[in-house]
């Protein structure tokens, strides 16, 4: 029982120290204002922490209260950084659910014959709003998908109002001229 008692003691100093190392990492990272780089850190110590090993109750207790407390320091100082983050988020989608919905409204005055200003303004209205959506920023990643596709199939149904008014003119032009070339001829 002694033999194994001293075993265990000696593995249990092993891992005491590995954590204990851990946390001496974890606290060097709590000031961090690198915000993401350092979370990474702090995940991956996190995940360590899981695989070092088990210690007796009382000496686990009080190394994982340590271990906690450095990251919870750097987590809740990140804490109102990721709330900013959110709310530009929230805004740039707002933003661009506005020139959606502005590329729509173009889309459905281009199918029902002439936008307003004429075709001209309502195509560099039309690209000006594509190239504005880029450099609006980022959105909250569950809706950039669903943003992106409005904006796409609004432009689509412009840009194919556009090519119709076109081909509708050319075909136009092509019956008035041979009705010219044909009242010529007689």
């Known amino acids: ?97 506005a020139m959606a919905a502005r590329l729509e409204t173009l889309a459905a005055e281009a199918k029902a014959g002439a936008p307003s200003g004429g075709w001209g303004k309502a195509i560099a209205e039309a690209r000006d709003l594509q190239r504005a959506w880029r ?5 909250p990643r569950k809706d950039a998908d669903a943003a992106y596709a409005r904006l796409r199939a609004a432009g689509d149904a412009f840009f194919a109002a556009l090519d119709a008014s076109r081909d509708a003119e050319a075909e136009t032009r092509r019956s008035a001229g041979s009705r010219d070339r044909n009242e010529l001829a007689a």
């Open 135 to 139: 450099d609006v920023g980022f959105v």
């Open 1 to 97: 029982v002694k033999a194994q008692r001293a075993v265990n003691a000696e593995k249990f100093a092993e891992i005491a120290a590995g954590k204990e190392r851990l946390i001496a990492a974890a606290e060097a990272l709590a000031a961090s204002t690198d915000w993401d780089a350092t979370a990474a850190q702090l995940k991956t110590l996190q995940a360590e922490w899981k695989l070092s090993g088990a210690l007796p109750r009382k000496q686990a207790d009080e190394l994982w209260n340590r271990f906690r407390a450095a990251c919870d320091a750097f987590f809740q100082r990140r804490a109102p950084q990721l709330e900013a983050r959110a709310n530009e988020q929230a805004d740039n989608l707002q933003r661009k659910n």
